[in-house]
């Protein structure tokens, strides 16, 4: 009988990590691959993106509307409390006997709480990472404690997760997705992707995507109106802006921007470009600016430079390529004065991503594959040598 690993899958990036794996799984006589997609795949505002799952190929086995038409903390609050009904549901009809989440956002803890309950066994992917400014810190490391097994990124981001009292044993360092999906993707060449977009690209290019930072005290709107104030002079180079996620303050950062762009001919805005065109935006742009973690986790990999503002990323591994500034105008147009210069651009070409070269999507199939489902649920804290968390009070 094949081993059934149910996927769940939320959003576009989320997806767009996930999607050789999950081809990996469908394509593997012993394992049969279940899909579930919720959250901003089922919003007609987010770009209805589950028909780009189905068009991949995929069977969505099934749905779980959870996203309320409100983004204020109370509805993403109450939008959990759906998932976890949902989720509920579904686990109880498909019966997998393994679930595989990836990342830290509220739909994917709604699984996991619903799992722990149904005792099915969870999998999780790209734990220990650290978003200091950002409500997803939490959330992901509540669903590592909630999971049994972990696949994760980089070392550091092992003995974080070791750290939690997670045992050794099940927790393995496979790279980060996103360097396979780049490495296996056939880019549209600049042409092709001008038209795709329907936009003429500049001699200078920008892909920029600004969600809200949920734990900073600033103003999100503020600080999209600092970065958009720091490109609004850049009438010679192409901005190629990304809409916010359906988190708290989502919707009004993108009325701000959708502005934006009614006012400017070289700006366009795309509720979901998918993962096809948005990396070869990449390709194409001289740089990344935003606070996308994608700047930092697949940005490298395509040796382009990236701006990272404010704290959304703060904590996360960072290349040579990354330039961070805070949500200011003024340092805003002095980290693209640099971004934009001739010796950076050169050194770009030596880069190496912190998440490996590849191959992280085959290693976590073996892993789901191979895994010993015996006694799986019983968990064992474990505890760090004495002497390593020894407190010291500060002087």
Not at 210 to 233: C, K, R
Not at 255 to 265: G, I, K, P, Q, S
Not at 327 to 337: F, G, M, Q, T
């Amino acid at each position: 009988m094949s081993r059934r690993i149910c996927v769940v899958t939320g959003t576009r990036a989320e997806y767009g990590l996930l999607r050789m794996f999950m081809e990996g799984i469908r394509d593997d006589a012993q394992l049969e691959l279940q899909t579930v997609v919720t959250g901003m795949h089922l919003s007609p505002e987010f770009g209805s993106t589950y028909l780009t799952i189905e068009s991949d190929g995929f069977r969505i086995d099934r749905k779980v509307e959870m996203l309320l038409s409100s983004d204020s903390s109370t509805a993403i609050s109450k939008s959990v409390g759906l998932g976890v009904i949902g989720f509920s549901d579904v686990l109880a009809g498909l019966q997998p006997d393994l679930l595989v989440v990836l990342g830290d956002r509220f739909e994917i803890l709604a699984a996991a709480i619903a799992a722990l309950f149904a005792r099915i066994p969870v999998v999780h992917l790209h734990g220990g990472e650290v978003t200091e400014g950002s409500l997803d810190e939490s959330m992901r490391h509540a669903i590592s404690k909630m999971s049994h097994v972990h696949c994760v990124a980089s070392e550091d981001y092992r003995r974080r997760v070791i750290q939690l009292g997670e045992q050794p044993e099940r927790v393995y360092c496979v790279g980060g997705l996103g360097v396979d999906i780049i490495k296996n993707t056939r880019l549209l060449d600049r042409s092709d992707l001008e038209v795709s977009l329907d936009f003429k690209l500049k001699s200078r290019n920008l892909l920029v995507t600004f969600h809200p930072a949920t734990l900073d005290g600033e103003s999100p709107v503020d600080q999209m109106n600092e970065l958009l104030a720091a490109v609004e002079g850049l009438g010679d180079t192409g901005l190629i802006f990304t809409l916010p996620n359906a988190d708290s303050g989502g919707r009004e950062l993108s009325a701000v921007l959708n502005a934006f762009v009614a006012r400017h001919t070289n700006a366009r805005a795309f509720t979901s470009l998918g993962q096809l065109r948005y990396l070869s935006c990449m390709a194409h742009c001289d740089g990344v600016v935003g606070n996308s973690s994608s700047g930092l986790l697949e940005a490298p990999t395509l040796k382009k430079g990236t701006i990272n503002i404010g704290d959304r990323q703060l904590g996360r591994l960072q290349s040579s390529s990354i330039i961070n500034c805070r949500a200011k105008r003024d340092e805003i147009a002095v980290a693209l004065k640099k971004l934009f210069s001739a010796a950076f651009q050169e050194g770009l070409g030596t880069v190496r991503s912190p998440y490996g070269e590849g191959g992280a999507s085959s290693r976590v199939i073996n892993i789901v594959k191979e895994l010993q489902l015996d006694g799986i649920l019983k968990k064992n804290f474990y505890d760090l040598p004495a002497d390593s968390c020894v407190f010291r009070a500060p002087p």
